[in-house]
């Protein structure tokens, strides 16, 4: 059982006098306090605790009120009249009474109420007073010493004096009376040991250090060890801490990284600005495709052409011309290296990976990127025209669809979305092609794409392998992983929403 510090100073200062029945002044006293609080507090754990038995009795108490203060000082009414009228010779009656001056005006009718209840009778308007008088001296005299004990009383804001030391026929004639008297009821209790009380060890009662901040002064002592802790309400509201914290597209993209690592790959990077060869001519999209209109693609003023290599060039030029060694046709037509060699700011970022191929054609590979891309969208709720895209690809001996999917599949469930199936799609350098789509709230949604690139792309590149290739939409996931309905959430630097962020 846990003691409070009051109430092993209580305990032992009862166990000073194991049989004794404490009141709350003896107890005050016996533990140097001032306030009552303390011994109620104390008491009342305790008794609930085993510890002391606790008696409670309701007392009323009585003090004069307003009326009965004035009673106190200058008599009651019914005397001051009997004291009047026992100085006046003749025969007064209610007008002489009145004139005196010895009650006031609105007190008279009250005061006469009050004699002829003692046998003063008015007759005639006239005062008629019975023979015997003792009666009526004995009875005023009973009342005014009540009320002379009651004086003094309660004047100090305390209760006033218990009932029971009280002539009970006085206080039930008083408080029939208006504004005399008052009551109030108090409550006194007593406490005594009881035998658990008593067999406590003394080393349960040595007051012990309760510490509510934990600080770098008390711990470089050695209070602490003996302390103890004042216990956390956790239900109780708190303010949400909000320190800095990174940027939750920033969070996402580490533990993207973090799950291509762990799955074997090599991170890579390339340049934002390409030229229209590296994004497109290498990727085997026809130089006349839509997309590569000025609508869909950045193109540059500067630099507005970057040179190349004119042997790549050949390369492409014959792929697209007439399929090169490939065993395609082409698309035919004349490739222009002009096209080829113009700046723009690259719209997928396959172009790293097809250029990582480029490079180590010869190399197996299982490489990822996570890197910014640029197309002319307008902005609305699902599109941006900055946006990441997370891309890789694998080159192995025997890599394959299956290899593809499954590797997909895993990437999707380590970031908590096990349902993923795949449709399938076009893209001109895949072959076959993919959408990417998980289950997200009981709907399918398209993350990405994905397939097997077409010896077109390859094979000029002198790629010894089939590879496998996906490049999946991140701020797409991230409205998934946040459970965002607006793509533009992620970039308008809301702070509030970014303080409420979880890490993820
Ligand atoms: N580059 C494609 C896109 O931007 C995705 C893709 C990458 C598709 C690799 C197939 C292979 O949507």
């Given at each position: ?23 709350l ?35 009323t ?5 307003s ?117 109030s ?46 216990p ?71 630099p ?21 060694d ?41 490489v ?30 025997g ?11 895993e ?42 690139f ?36 992620l ?14």
């Amino acid at each position: 059982m846990e003691l409070s510090n009051n109430g092993r100073r209580m305990l032992k200062a009862m166990r000073e006098e194991p049989s004794k029945i404490w009141n709350l002044t003896d107890l005050l006293s016996a533990c140097d306090w001032t306030d009552q609080a303390h011994v109620a507090g104390a008491g009342a754990a305790l008794s609930e605790a085993g510890l002391v038995n606790q008696t409670e009795a309701r007392t009323t108490l009585w003090k004069l009120a307003s009326e009965g203060v004035a009673a106190a000082e200058n008599g009651l009414l019914e005397q001051r009249i009997w004291e009047w009228l026992s100085e006046q010779s003749g025969n007064p009656g209610m007008a002489e009474l009145q004139a005196s001056g010895a009650v006031a005006k609105n007190e008279a009718g009250i005061g006469i109420g009050l004699l002829k209840d003692l046998g003063v009778q008015l007759i005639q308007g006239k005062f008629e007073v019975p023979g015997n008088t003792g009666a009526i001296v004995a009875t005023l005299a009973m009342r005014a010493d009540f009320v002379a004990s009651l004086a003094g009383d309660g004047a100090d804001g305390s209760g006033g004096i218990p009932e029971s030391a009280l002539d009970t026929a006085q206080v039930d004639y008083f408080s029939k009376r208006k504004g005399l008297i008052t009551s109030s009821e108090e409550v006194v209790r007593t406490w005594a040991l009881t035998p658990t009380g008593s067999a406590l060890s003394d080393d349960d009662l040595v007051e012990r250090l309760l510490v509510a901040d934990i600080t770098p002064e008390l711990l470089s002592g050695e209070e602490w060890r003996d302390a103890d802790y004042k216990p956390y309400d956790v239900t109780l509201p708190a303010p949400t801490p909000t320190a800095g914290k990174p940027h939750p597209m920033q969070s996402l993209i580490e533990r993207i990284r973090a799950i291509f690592l762990e799955m074997g790959f090599s991170e890579i990077e390339g340049d934002f600005v390409t030229t229209a060869g590296w994004n497109m001519d290498a990727l085997f999209i026809p130089q006349d495709h839509p997309a590569r209109e000025m609508q869909d693609t950045f193109y540059l003023d500067e630099p507005a052409s970057i040179p190349l290599p004119p042997d790549r060039m050949d390369q492409w030029a014959d792929v697209h011309e007439r399929g090169g060694d490939t065993g395609s046709s082409g698309w035919g037509g004349q490739f222009s290296h002009e096209i080829s060699q113009k700046g723009m700011l690259r719209t997928h970022t396959t172009v790293n990976t097809v250029r990582h191929l480029a490079e180590t054609p010869d190399q197996p590979c299982r490489v990822f990127g996570i890197g910014r891309v640029f197309r002319k969208e307008s902005i609305d709720r699902t599109h941006l025209p900055e946006f990441h895209q997370i891309e890789g690809i694998i080159m192995e001996p025997g890599a394959s669809l299956p290899m593809l999917v499954t590797t997909l599949k895993e990437f999707y469930a380590k970031m908590g979305y096990p349902e993923v199936r795949v449709r399938p799609a076009y893209f001109p350098y895949t072959e076959p092609s993919l959408e990417v789509e998980v289950k997200w709230r009981g709907q399918w949604l398209e993350l990405g794409g994905a397939g097997i690139f077409r010896p077109e792309v390859t094979e000029p590149l002198g790629c010894k392998w089939p590879v496998c290739a996906w490049g999946m939409g991140l701020e797409r996931l991230a409205m998934l992983v946040l459970g965002l309905d607006d793509i533009r959430q992620l970039y308008i630097s809301d702070l509030e929403w970014l303080g409420e962020q979880p890490l993820l």
